[in-house]
């Protein structure tokens, strides 16, 4: 198993997890669920890795077997964020080295590095960090304390 892990689930509550989709207790799940799934135990798989994991299965089901395998393989693929490395990041953005970003320069990484998010998606995310000024711009520190808080 990899070392870097972003998900505190051991295989015996994965494997619960999983058994909650599996309605027909057939021991697997259908392949559309996947995303669903992995979600659920912590993972953030993008919308294009989920279409390849879809495309190479065998068939339209997946069983815990395999499941595990592609977990364990997500889990070494993802870094885990860090406040740090979010605010080394958005410092490349910040032109005049003042602690911020501007909101249309984070627009413009949303929308266009990575799996670019979509125009709801940028609309939700600025909802949910509703303290910026469109003139002094986010504290990208603040914000990375934000998106690497855990969920409550």
Do not use: W
Not at 85 to 112: A, C, H, W
Request: hydrophobic share 35%; proline share 3%.
């Amino acid at each position: 198993m990899c070392a870097t892990q972003s998900s505190d689930f051991d295989s015996e509550e994965i494997e619960q997890i999983f058994n909650l989709f599996d309605v027909n207790e057939s021991g697997s799940i259908d392949v559309s669920l996947l995303g669903t799934v992995m979600r659920q135990i912590g993972l953030n798989p993008t919308e294009s890795k989920l279409k390849k994991l879809t495309k190479s299965a065998e068939s339209n089901q997946i069983n815990f077997s395999t499941f595990l395998k592609i977990v364990e393989d997500e889990r070494c693929e993802q870094a885990p964020l860090t406040e740090d490395s979010i605010r080394e990041t958005l410092e490349v953005f910040d032109k005049d080295q003042i602690g911020s970003i501007m909101p249309n320069d984070l627009k413009y990484i949303l929308t266009t590095f990575g799996e670019p998010f979509s125009q709801d998606e940028v609309n939700e995310f600025f909802s949910a960090i509703n303290h910026y000024s469109e003139d002094q711009g986010i504290d990208y520190g603040e914000l990375a304390k934000i998106l690497t808080k855990p969920n409550q």
